[in-house]
């Protein structure tokens, strides 16, 4: 079947990736878009979010899941129409600035290389709306664990 | 609510429990983060709980999960040894993952690498079934102080 035959996008297979995992649901996580070269991934700001009571800062773990979710689904889009299962091996976050309290962020994560059990993401964040400075960046290796049936996740 | 400093004090000489200080910050609350204390030695625990599932399948944690309550435990640690406790701001934060995190109580560790002046260097390892298997270990460096800084 030719990319434009089959009964579902990128974008389908990542929101129903995202629905599968139950704490970035929890963290109100949305795909934006998706494309092979790249995924956008939105989080709203939330006050059980964060991290620093005096300032309102939203904490660093919800940016680093946000961001962990968002590359995986990144080489979903690499690997599409396959779906495949990525644990994280290694993710490297620096958190650049500190975003504003009450901003949404949204981050952009590519898979700019994809060997046989390997996969080299990048990702960027930003306050949504924001200028153009990220908040964010992050550098991760994905492993592709070969399993039948892992198409089942997304209804494949 | 009770100054910081106050909170961290009376930690220290044990007349407030670690979890007051724990249960300051929403994001720990809503990971559900517990701290169990023996003298000096904190271990930090992630109780098993549907909202840090990844793979529901498996069950898996989510790694992010893991990686967040890693990172708390990290600034609640140091907060514990600044002399003017305020807290601290991730820089970065670099994790390994060794082994899946399978849907049961997660406990981690910090060690303080170095605590300097600005900056401090801390090590964080987790485990589920004994600390000699971490199932992940993480570095990562804070900012302690920001005066002078523009930002």
């Not at chain 1, 974008?11 to 963290?27: G, T, Y």
């Not at chain 1, 990525?86 to 060997?115: N, W």
Request: net charge negative; charged share 25%; aromatic share 8%.
């Amino acid at each position: 079947m030719t990319e434009k035959t089959l009964p579902y996008t990128r974008l389908d297979i990542c929101n129903r990736f995202l629905e599968s995992v139950r704490h970035s649901v929890v963290l109100g996580l949305e795909v934006v878009s998706a494309t092979e070269e790249c995924v956008r991934v939105r989080m709203p700001w939330r006050d059980d979010l964060v991290g620093n009571p005096e300032t309102g800062v939203m904490h660093g773990g919800a940016i680093f899941a946000m961001m962990d979710q968002a590359g995986g689904m990144a080489i979903t889009c690499r690997t599409f129409p396959t779906f495949e299962i990525t644990p994280t091996i290694d993710f490297r976050v620096d958190h650049l600035r500190s975003p504003g309290k009450g901003r949404a962020v949204v981050c952009e994560a590519k898979c700019y290389r994809l060997t046989t059990h390997v996969a080299f993401v990048s990702v960027t964040t930003w306050e949504e709306e924001g200028d153009d400075e990220p908040i964010a960046t992050g550098l991760a290796t994905y492993t592709r664990l070969k399993i039948d049936k892992a198409g089942t996740v997304v209804g494949q | 609510m009770k100054a910081l400093k106050t909170l961290i004090e009376e930690c220290r000489s044990g007349e407030a429990d670690y979890q007051a200080l724990i249960d300051r910050v929403p994001y720990a609350r809503f990971l559900g983060i517990q701290v169990i204390a023996q003298g000096d030695e904190l271990t930090f625990v992630l109780p098993k709980h549907d909202n840090v599932v990844g793979n529901p399948t498996l069950p898996a944690l989510h790694g992010g999960a893991v990686a967040g309550f890693m990172e708390q435990a990290a600034i609640i640690f140091i907060l514990l040894q600044m002399g003017e406790p305020k807290v601290p701001k991730t820089i970065d934060f670099t994790i390994d993952y060794l082994r899946a995190g399978l849907f049961r109580n997660t406990y981690a560790e910090c060690s303080v690498t170095r605590l300097g002046r600005r900056i401090a260097n801390v090590h964080i390892s987790a485990w589920q079934k004994n600390r000699q298997e971490p199932i992940t270990i993480a570095r990562a460096h804070f900012l302690l102080s920001d005066d002078g800084s523009t930002d």
